[in-house]
């Protein structure tokens, strides 16, 4: 496209650049190594029948076409499919309600911030808190508070403030579902909170004392103004939160068993999943299918998210 | 309605700010609960116990002396009362836990297992001497002795205590005030009564009575229950009754002391900071090249390798990792270089794995530099390589800072890459504490201690560098 335009030729161009490509080539160096390299086997994996008698063999094992495919998505009776669908369930809730939620959260105490008020930087980094702890720690620290019995969410809710009538489980059933949200989204909500609040700050003031001339609500001040204006923040926010939460490993690994258990038919995601299937019962081949399937998703999601911001960019 | 505009901004003012700091109270919870967490009692973290625990102050001795009471208690409280009315006289607590007594004319021989051997002066509780027990290392995890013992015979004492199968019994020479001697006893227990105090049930007392004394037809009972009684020996009945003061706060600083010893945690906390380091230095040194030259120049690939970069991000890890760990050991098996479980492997891994974030940041900071600068210096002569150096580097700076953070703290979390891919010698934290948890399932305590530890290095690194994270991270999100 560029090309067409440009008289010089690409050799020509390419040695204009030169500059450039020095620049870039120890990280393409380091991108085929490392990440191109291991993702076209990966790819090919998934082809083969690769479980713990033929890993000695790697990529030489029997090579079967589709089968892995068809276990995991047709074959109503393959091992793989055991807990795939709950897996699936969980991870789109999860992946939706964390990304909403932490951008909910962090929008409405950027909202809260972006006044001025004694102590506001010190109030601000005290927010940014639970953003520093590793992940693997909220994993293990949520896990305790989630205890039955002694947890910390049970004794204020049962004990002090006498909102449940008895103390629920946690770390089984359904309620995991939300055992595994909330910690996601108390981790994540300080990095959006930071990133809307700067995003805010660049919003002119006028606008808001047009609107008030205007005698708009916040209401619609908000969604006029402020959503409107933080649309590259958000755009960002929503894109990596999509990619990161379906991805989330961590925090479900540390919260039951410790990497060892099973966390139960809510609390599953997607890559706990993968990883069972893996390391835990040598079905690299199908996990490697399963990774390739999440993979096209994901490009699909990402895509079709993108677009619809070129769209509604232009719609502008 | 008829408030006027600027009252009205007053009070929803004071209102959000307290629901702000309500709110700020709740996202703080948890991390003030882990760290108060790691000073409690396993079982307290289990049964749901939020105080701390005080010290038990069961009354173990009462001794009479010209009128008054000498009153001895099992948190190491040395306590004199006026027999008349059972007012306190003094009170010295010296806050031991398992505590037993001798007393003698002139010293009270207090044992303790957290604190040693006391000898205490009858004459001012505040004069004493500490001599600590001659334990060899680690033989004996102090926190779980639960009674100990002692006994006066001849110049000697002899202690002992009450832990798993541990019979060795000392012997303290009361006159050179020395340890002299640890007695081994083979299976047989030398205090053939040891962990049962002896204690009787008396009417009207509440609890156990493990003490008695008699004096001038009073009978004094001391109680498990910490209260000290008196009792009309011709009038059978109590004519008075007092409580003990208050037991000290167990604060269990302990749990460090015992998670590090059952942790490697010098050693992960090592490997941890020179891997992440040096995934910082690289993957920086990488992407600033790379976000630099991406950001400058509209040459022939960068689209693709702009695209490439946010591919990467949506290719899930795990699909990397059994094409990872096949080819190091390959590359270990043709070249003869240890790769997998070394420094070297780890590091290349991540390096890679976070460059293409920090190129996707960093070229936002490369891009605001504006151009009129670099090309002021391009025509006084500087080369290209001088105009990066000396220009766009040095004005990238805080958000190379940022970005670099942001990068050790990714590197700090990661744990499914560390798992696989390191062996027992470059294990970092998140692999080691998920080790560790799994060993110790039912010790809460310890896992809040490891938590609060592995938490601290970044808590602080983020404390000593908060601002630029702030205006980094910032400024690279308003410009998308």
């Known amino acids: 496209m560029a090309m067409s335009v440009n008289k010089k030729g690409l050799w020509a161009k390419i040695k204009q ?119 693997y720690v909220t994993g293990l620290l949520w896990g305790i508070i989630w205890l039955k019995q002694g947890g910390l969410v049970n004794v204020m809710l049962a004990d002090w403030l006498h909102i ?27 990095l959006s909170m930071l990133m809307l609040l700067a995003g805010m700050q660049t919003i002119p003031d006028e ?84 990774s390739v399937l999440l993979l096209i998703v994901m490009i699909v999601i990402v895509n079709v998210w993108f677009r619809y911001f070129k769209k509604s960019e232009e719609l502008r | 309605m008829s408030l006027p505009y600027y009252v009205k901004k007053r009070v929803s003012d004071i209102v959000i700010s307290v629901v702000m700091l309500a709110f700020l109270f709740l996202t703080l919870l948890p991390i003030g609960w882990m760290i108060y967490s790691s000073l409690k009692d396993s079982t307290d973290i289990a049964i749901g116990k939020i105080g701390l625990r005080r010290a038990g102050t069961d009354i173990l001795e009462i001794v009479p002396q010209n009128g008054d009471l000498l009153v001895l208690t099992a948190d190491g409280g040395v306590n004199l009362y006026r027999a008349a009315d059972l007012k306190r006289l003094e009170h010295q607590s010296y806050k031991t836990a398992a505590s037993a007594y ?24 505040k004069d004493y001497k500490r001599f600590a027990l001659p334990f060899k290392d680690g033989e004996v995890e102090l926190n779980k002795v639960t009674t100990m013992f002692i006994k006066k015979a001849g110049r000697n004492l002899y202690l002992a205590l009450d832990y798993k199968n541990y ?75 007092e409580r003990m003061p208050r037991g000290h706060l167990l604060v269990r600083w302990r749990n460090y002391l015992d998670m590090w010893k059952n942790v490697n945690f010098g050693l992960y906390l090592k490997n941890s900071l020179i891997i992440c380091g040096f995934t910082m230095l690289i993957s920086m040194t990488l992407s600033t090249m790379a976000a630099y030259a991406l950001s400058r120049f509209r040459f022939p690939g960068a689209d693709l390798f702009s695209n490439a970069i946010l591919a990467t991000q949506m290719i899930p890890a795990i699909m990397y990792l059994i094409p990872l760990y096949i080819m190091f050991v390959k590359f270990t098996l ?118 609060v530890v592995a938490t601290l290095p970044v808590v602080v690194l983020f404390f000593m560098l908060q601002r630029h994270i702030v205006r980094g991270l910032t400024a690279g999100a308003v410009k998308g």
């Not at chain 1, 393409?28 to 990440?35: D, G, K, P, T, Y």
């Not at chain 2, 001798?102 to 509780?125: H, K, T």
């Not at chain 2, 205090?191 to 009575?209: C, K, S």
């Open chain 1, 164 to 190: 449940l009538p008895f103390k629920p489980s946690w770390l089984s059933g359904p309620n995991t579902i939300w055992a595994i949200i909330i910690p996601t989204v108390w981790r994540y909500w300080p």
């Open chain 1, 17 to 135: 650049y030169r500059f450039a490509y020095y620049f870039l080539a120890p990280t393409a160096l380091a991108m085929l190594l490392l990440h191109l390299s291991p993702i076209t086997q990966g790819i090919y994996m998934s082809f083969l029948k690769l479980n713990q008698f033929t890993l000695q063999q790697y990529l030489l094992a029997p090579f079967v076409g589709f089968e892995n495919y068809y276990k995991v998505l047709i074959d109503p009776g393959s091992p793989i499919r055991i807990g795939l669908f709950e897996a699936v369930r969980n991870t789109v809730i999860y992946t939706i309600v964390v990304t909403v939620g932490t951008l909910g959260v962090g929008m409405i105490v950027a909202l809260m911030l972006n006044r001025k008020f004694f102590g506001r930087s010190l109030v601000r980094t005290f927010f940014l808190f639970p953003w520093i702890v590793p992940t």
């Open chain 2, 102 to 125: 001798v007393i003698e004319p002139d010293y009270i021989w207090l044992v303790s297992a957290n604190n040693g051997l006391f000898c205490i002066s009858r004459g001012d509780f």
């Open chain 1, 207 to 290: 606008l808001y004392e047009a609107a008030d001339i205007d005698g708009a609500s916040p209401w619609r001040k908000f969604w006029m103004i402020t959503w409107p204006m933080l649309r590259p923040v958000w755009f960002i926010l929503i894109l990596f939160g999509l990619i990161y939460n379906t991805y989330s490993f961590n925090i479900v690994i540390m919260m039951f068993g410790f990497g060892a258990g099973y966390p139960g038919e809510w609390g599953d995601l997607m890559m706990t999943n993968i990883f069972r299937n893996s390391f835990q019962l040598w079905n690299f081949g199908t996990g490697a299918a399963t």
């Open chain 2, 334 to 451: 043709m070249s003869g270089i240890p790769v997998k479980g070394t420094y070297l492997g780890i590091i290349l891994i991540y390096s890679a794995f976070f460059t293409p974030f920090s190129i996707w940041i960093l070229r936002g900071f490369f891009a605001a530099i504006p151009k009129e600068l670099e090309e002021a210096a391009l025509i006084d002569g500087c080369s290209r390589f001088q105009v990066f150096w000396y220009i766009a580097l040095r004005l990238a700076v805080p958000g190379i800072i940022a970005t670099g953070i942001y990068t050790f703290l990714t590197a700090w979390d990661e744990l499914m890459f560390a798992w696989v891919l390191t062996n027992a010698d470059t294990m970092t934290i998140p692999v080691g504490i998920r080790l560790f948890v799994g060993n110790y399932q039912n010790r809460f305590d310890l896992m809040m201690a490891a938590a």
């Open chain 2, 167 to 241: 019979n060795n019994v000392f012997r303290f020479d009361a006159e050179e005030l020395k340890f002299m001697q640890t007695i081994r006893n083979g299976k047989k227990k030398y205090f053939p009564n040891a962990g049962i105090l002896q204690g009787g049930e008396f009417p009207g007392v509440d609890g156990e009575v493990f003490a008695r004394a008699r004096s001038n037809g009073y009978l004094f009972l001391g109680s498990s229950s910490g209260k000290l009684y008196k009792y009309d020996l011709t009038k059978n009945k109590m004519v008075a009754e």
